[in-house]
């Protein structure tokens, strides 16, 4: 059985975009906290950058910011962590973040840039992904509102 990418990229979209207008309906008719407004957004973001990778075969200048898309996700719903979690601040800056997401999206676009092998890319994407993601789950775990 063969997966066909661009079913799974539709059915991903159909999720995240209904997870999104929930969320976005939730906060325009209820009491939301500090926060709320990041994660609404990191998750159109997300729904717009797998939107882009239906289109990366016929339209491939815009693959990198189909990319940055899918890698903000992580950062994004942290800034609205720090956010929600804001009395008790963090060791580490915001910027930090920011600065890490930079780091991982220009590692991702010199493998792109270059024109390697498709494993090498998807390497440099898979591992960017993955510090944001152990990044981001550290900073939360730290947070003072989880212990």
Do not use: K
């Not at 898309?69 to 910027?95: D, E, K, Y």
């Not at 600065?99 to 898979?126: C, D, M, N, Q, Y």
């Amino acid at each position: 059985m063969d997966l066909h990418l661009p079913t799974l990229l539709t059915v991903c979209i159909a999720a995240v975009a209904t997870s999104a207008g929930v969320m976005t309906l939730y906060g325009r008719t209820q009491r939301i906290y500090r926060g709320f407004g990041w994660w609404v957004l990191a998750q159109w973001l997300l729904a717009l950058g797998c939107v882009l990778h239906l289109f990366r075969d016929s339209q491939p200048e815009l693959l990198p910011l189909a990319n940055l898309l899918l890698l903000q996700w992580p950062i994004t719903v942290l800034s609205g962590m720090r956010h929600f979690c804001a009395r008790h601040p963090s060791r580490i800056p915001a910027s930090v973040d920011w600065l890490l997401l930079t780091f991982a999206f220009l590692a991702w676009l010199a493998a792109w840039g270059a024109h390697g092998s498709v494993a090498i890319r998807v390497a440099a994407f898979a591992g960017g992904a993955c510090v944001l993601h152990l990044y981001s789950a550290a900073i939360v775990w730290r947070m003072a509102e989880a212990r």
